[in-house]
């Protein structure tokens, strides 16, 4: 093990009922490394995301380490992992500006609540500002999270994910329901991030190869809960592990740093 790894999984094995979801994974994220999981729907992608974040825990054999340590205080991993996932969106309250849901990041809330012993203060409302302004959604800062368009919710729960400075974020299939207008918006400012995050090792989940963005070098492939292929993007991803993974006759192409297919 590597004191201060950001994520560092082991034979990490977990089943529900009668049937296994990951079998014998291994998986490190190094400091500042910026991962795809590729896989299928069903292949574990969510379910490993889980185990990372700490709302799950290998019961069928495997250990995990993050930034170095076994033993957690949940609260304060929370803070120093993001997870954006298409299920929060639902929670956060409509009519809340989208200015304070990213302030609310940073206390780990859903929705902003100003109590006595937590009270956010000018300096966070300027970082959130910040981090907005990073994720080209300023401009939306007063508006109600409710009215925000779908990919308009991504960048600003992106940013709310921010606030803490996490050594490790997980963006889990963002741009699942975009048109595709909303999806290369919401691509271009993560190829930025990816570019700019030294500090923040970032995974990003998706099933559809065309999402991968050049930011994005290295890559984890997924079929039915098992490693299928590990390592960097450009060698990872070919023709051969698309028809594997996908069990249908693809042709893949490369344009401008970025994979597309089309029936072979």
């Known amino acids: 093990m590597n004191t201060g790894v950001p994520l560092e999984i082991r034979n990490v094995s977990y089943s529900a009922g009668q049937r296994t979801i990951l079998d014998s994974i291994d998986w490190t994220v190094g400091r500042g490394e910026h991962w795809v999981i590729l896989g299928p729907n069903g292949s574990g992608k969510t379910t490993l995301l889980k185990m990372a974040c700490g709302y799950l825990w290998p019961n069928q054999g495997g250990v995990v380490y993050r930034n170095g340590s076994r033993r957690v205080d949940l609260r304060e991993l929370r803070k120093g992992i993001g997870w954006v996932t298409a299920s929060l969106t639902s929670q956060i309250p409509g ?147 698309l028809q594997e993974l996908y069990e249908t006759p693809l042709a893949l192409r490369r344009s401008n740093g970025r994979y597309w297919t089309v029936g072979a």
């Open 95 to 241: 009519r809340e500006p989208a200015l304070r849901t990213v302030v609310s990041g940073k206390f780990a809330q859903i929705g902003l609540l100003e109590m006595s012993m937590v009270r956010p203060v000018e300096e966070d409302f300027a970082q959130g500002e910040a981090v907005m302004e990073r994720m080209g959604c300023l401009r939306l800062k007063d508006q109600a999270f409710g009215t925000l368009s779908q990919g308009e919710q991504q960048k600003v729960l992106i940013s709310r994910a921010l606030m803490t400075r996490p050594y490790l974020m997980f963006l889990d299939e963002p741009c699942a329901g975009l048109d595709p207008g909303a999806r290369e918006s919401l691509l271009a400012a993560l190829q930025e991030l990816g570019r700019t995050s030294d500090a923040t090792a970032l995974v990003f989940v998706t099933h559809h190869i065309e999402e991968i963005l050049p930011a994005f070098e290295k890559t984890l492939v997924l079929k039915g809960g098992r490693v299928l292929r590990s390592g960097d993007a450009g060698k990872v991803i070919t023709e051969t592990l």
